[in-house]
């Protein structure tokens, strides 16, 4: 398993120099200043892999671009309006350029108008750090209230939209706008990001495109890019919902095991993947990470290793980023079941037989609280999340070795 980190480039406040003192092993990073449906060019992949060559003061980090997170999937695209075959096309070129660079590993999405969505972005923990949150109350009170969403109220259960007229009546306007800055932050590190006045507009576009129109889709797109990615040499890999559960209305299509094989049996090709997101598939109590790993292991091409804590029993609810091995999911049998593949992999000699991973998100600890780093993307936060993986890691691969010595 490659151990990676996640970069966002020359203004990220966690430099090439941490991730090296962290002792990563490669970097996953995009060009996330280029507008989304534009062609990455060349140059600009050669420039961005120069940066992660050399340390601070020139000296080479030994460190290569390994993961593409995100070439992000335009809203044209998903929706098919607009530009999407042109985006479409662009997709294409710049999955081209990637490969004549030497990348061969590309996350994406196809989560419709928001990526990931966090009511907190610093929610305290009782040993005083912070990490991301997800209060369910908190987004009815936005969804309801602040977006003030047509059908809102009925979509929540009736004790939730109840609590969340409590919840927004004792907020002042400051938490309001923090409240509205939050849900709709957009994708880490992006060039784009969104007011309210943009989300009631896509929201407006969205209404006439159900889950199975979405899905279709989402298969057109890959119909058109898989083979692409096929023939250069390139891995791409879905991440999921996160959260794995419609929000605002909007149709979510990839949240479940059954939602992760209707992709790969829609366009059957080994470089249509998937990125196992621990954290985001495991705030949903009903996915079995380690099963998914095992069944669905074939084409996991990327994995992300986090973990949430749900806060309630239901299926669906209120969650936070806990500490790597401290929440809901069981990460030491995800990652032994990650390290069977690769042995599988390395029987039937396959040339991607070690899976790159990364610590994904971490809490806020110690110096994290001053730095003020991309939120979830802490330095010490992941530090701690790596070394502990690692350690994982290590004692199943010494076990194994000693069963089979």
């Known amino acids: 398993m490659k151990q990676t980190w996640r970069w966002f480039g020359p203004h990220d406040t966690v430099s090439v120099d941490d991730m090296l003192q962290a002792g990563v092993q490669g970097v996953v990073t995009a060009l996330h200043h280029v507008p989304t449906g534009d062609v990455w060019s060349v140059e600009e992949i050669q420039r961005r892999q120069a940066l992660v060559a050399r340390m601070a003061d020139g000296a080479p980090s030994g460190l290569g671009w390994d993961v593409v997170e995100s070439l992000p999937v335009s809203e044209d695209i998903k929706k098919q309006r607009g530009d999407w ?20 590993v590309v996350c994406y999405n196809f989560m419709p108008v928001l990526d990931w969505t966090r009511t907190d972005l610093g929610w305290r923990l009782p040993h005083g750090g912070t990490c991301m949150r997800f209060d369910f109350i908190d987004f009815a009170a936005f969804d309801i209230h602040i977006l003030q969403r047509p059908g809102a109220a009925e979509s929540f259960p009736a004790e939730i939209a109840e609590a969340a007229a409590e919840r927004f009546a004792a907020m002042d306007a400051a938490r309001q706008r923090q409240l509205a800055d939050n849900v709709v932050f957009g994708l880490p590190g992006a060039a784009d990001h969104m007011t309210l006045a943009d989300v009631r507009a896509h929201l407006q576009e969205y209404r006439q495109i ?50 992760y094989a209707q992709l790969m049996k829609a366009v059957d090709l080994p470089a249509n993947g998937i990125t196992l997101c621990a954290g985001s598939l495991g705030a949903r109590a009903d996915n079995d990470l380690p099963g998914m790993m095992r069944r669905l292991g074939d084409r996991v091409h990327f994995l992300h290793l986090r973990n949430v804590r749900r806060e309630t029993g239901v299926l669906f609810g209120s969650f936070h980023e806990a500490e790597h091995l401290a929440g809901d999911t069981d990460m030491v049998a995800l990652i032994e079941a990650a390290l069977q593949e690769e042995q599988r992999r390395r029987d039937a000699g396959r040339a991607d037989s070690s899976i790159p991973f990364r610590p994904d998100h971490g809490q806020d600890i110690l110096d994290d609280l001053k730095r003020k780093a991309q939120p979830g993307y802490p330095a010490i936060g992941r530090l701690r999340g790596l070394a502990e993986l690692r350690g994982v ?12 010595a």
Do not use: N, W
């Not at 075959?85 to 061969?104: N, P, Q, V």
């Not at 040499?233 to 879905?238: N, T």
């Open 85 to 104: 075959k042109t985006h479409i096309d662009h997709y294409k070129t710049s999955l081209r350029h990637l490969a004549r660079c030497g990348i061969e």
């Open 210 to 259: 159900d889950a199975d129109r979405l899905r279709r889709h989402f298969h057109d797109f890959l119909e058109q890019v898989a083979p692409v990615a096929q023939d250069v040499g390139i891995r791409l890999c879905c991440h999921p919902d996160d959260p794995p559960h419609p929000l605002l209305g909007l149709p979510r299509i990839m949240s479940t095991e059954a939602d």
């Open 393 to 404: 890691v290590t004692a199943l691969e010494h076990s194994a070795a000693r069963r089979a």
